[in-house]
């Protein structure tokens, strides 16, 4: 079926109400339909060619109505076998979550505990800094970070506190299973002595 026979957006709507050809073909014949309107000669005539080569492809394609009525289904494609199965995994997170029982009280007790560790560490940060410390010193521009955090928002120092524990753990774990160099021990010096002939 050529394109110039046929009033194209009469046979899109068909194939549209049709199924079995993927949408973004029909999309596509849809555009290039538009642009050929807007060209002359030559170019004009590139597009509709390349519209009849792509009407040609979705005419090759049986309607799905088709498939449907010989009682063939189509088989489910690899991505919707993902697809499946991650909703089931949603449905098992979903139905597990259910069943656990949220506390009220050991969660206002979390908090409790999170923002006690945070004041904890700010105390803990102010008496680390020196006094005579000037003012790019590294402990006491931390100290400002963490108190301006604190002021500014308390939440988001409460998070940082427990990113920075998180990677405190994770530099203690990772100097633990570091073997230490062996210290170069000192031989003790010789002393010369001089033979005597």
């Given amino acids: 079926m050529a394109a110039e026979h046929v009033d194209l957006a009469d046979w899109l709507a068909v194939r549209r109400a049709q199924g079995g050809v993927q949408v973004w073909r029909l999309d ?17 005539r590139m597009l509709e060619a390349r519209i009849s080569a792509l009407v040609a492809e979705c005419e090759a394609v049986p ?19 993902l697809a499946d199965e991650l909703a089931a995994r949603q449905r098992q997170r979903d139905e597990g979550a259910g069943r656990r029982v949220a506390l009220p009280a050991l969660e206002a007790s979390r908090r409790t505990w999170a923002r006690l560790r945070t004041e904890a560490q700010l105390r803990q940060s102010l008496e680390q800094v020196d006094e005579d410390a000037g003012p790019l010193n590294s402990g006491r521009l931390v100290h400002r970070a963490l108190t301006l955090m604190q002021q500014c928002s308390p939440g988001y120092l409460q998070h940082f506190v427990a990113y920075v524990d998180a990677l405190s753990s994770l530099e203690s774990l990772r100097a633990a299973a570091t073997p230490e160099p062996r210290a170069a021990t000192a031989k003790p010096a010789r002393s010369r002595t001089r033979k005597r002939r």
């Fill in 28 to 44: 596509l014949i849809e555009a290039l339909h538009a642009r050929a309107a807007a060209h002359q000669g030559e170019a004009r």
């Fill in 63 to 81: 309607a799905h109505a088709a498939v449907v009525g010989t009682g063939a289904a189509p088989e489910p494609g690899v991505l919707a076998a």
